[in-house]
């Protein structure tokens, strides 16, 4: 997910395919990364960075560590020449400023693990959630696009399934719902896409919307 605003690219999670997106879209700057969680589809692309000089990556504490654990060539006192140049900023469940971009960070629950989704303005991306309390959504009220995992019909231990994904975008009503996290299992689009309420479409690769 890139957010562009004011000239600014940033970007949601760095999943395995991160090069091939880049590519795609003649991307050749981020002024910053965002990172829900740790688990590998979101971090696996980290490395793709190099060829875009200094990043700074925004995670929780964990999720930091976990990416020194898994790139020390990033960090060590002498690194080889061309690893990727990162800049690790810690946040938590509270709002943070990136270069004049209020951003706010939702917590949600992945099962028992706490991750974040954000808010940038009136839209919302949240990933791999399965339970979200009260008082994050009262943080996604008046949306005009959230972005929301589900991953399946039937229920998962750690995924939103599609009925619940839908009472749960009732609960918050935005005005636009695009559906993202989707497994093989969901069907094919166009079937699913018609039994959708008139506000929530499936998300798909390319997908350009006008915030």
Request: with cysteine.
């Amino acid at each position: 997910m890139l957010f562009e605003i004011e000239n600014q690219k940033i970007l949601i999670d760095a999943g395995p395919d991160l090069r091939q997106q880049f590519l795609n879209f003649q991307i050749q700057h981020i002024d910053a990364i965002l990172i829900t969680h740790e688990h590998y589809d979101h971090i696996g692309g980290i490395d793709d960075i190099r060829p875009l000089g200094h990043t700074i990556i925004y995670g929780e504490k964990r999720v930091l560590n976990t990416i020194k654990t898994n790139m020390p060539y990033c960090f060590s006192e002498n690194k080889y020449p061309g690893v990727p140049l990162i800049e690790l900023t810690e946040i938590q469940d509270k709002e943070f400023i990136v270069n004049n971009i209020h951003i706010e960070p939702i917590r949600v629950m992945h099962a028992k693990l706490p991750i974040l989704g954000f808010r940038i303005g009136n839209a919302a991306y949240l990933t791999d959630v399965k339970t979200i309390d009260n008082e994050s959504i009262s943080k996604l009220q008046n949306l005009d696009i959230l972005i929301i995992n589900a991953l399946r019909h039937t229920e998962h231990i750690s995924h939103l399934s599609l009925s619940e994904s839908l009472e749960l975008i009732r609960k918050i009503q935005p005005k636009q719902t695009f559906l993202t996290h989707l497994s093989h299992d969901m069907g094919q689009h166009e079937k699913i896409q018609l039994t959708l309420p008139q506000n929530v479409n499936i998300a798909y690769d390319n997908l350009i919307l006008n915030i």
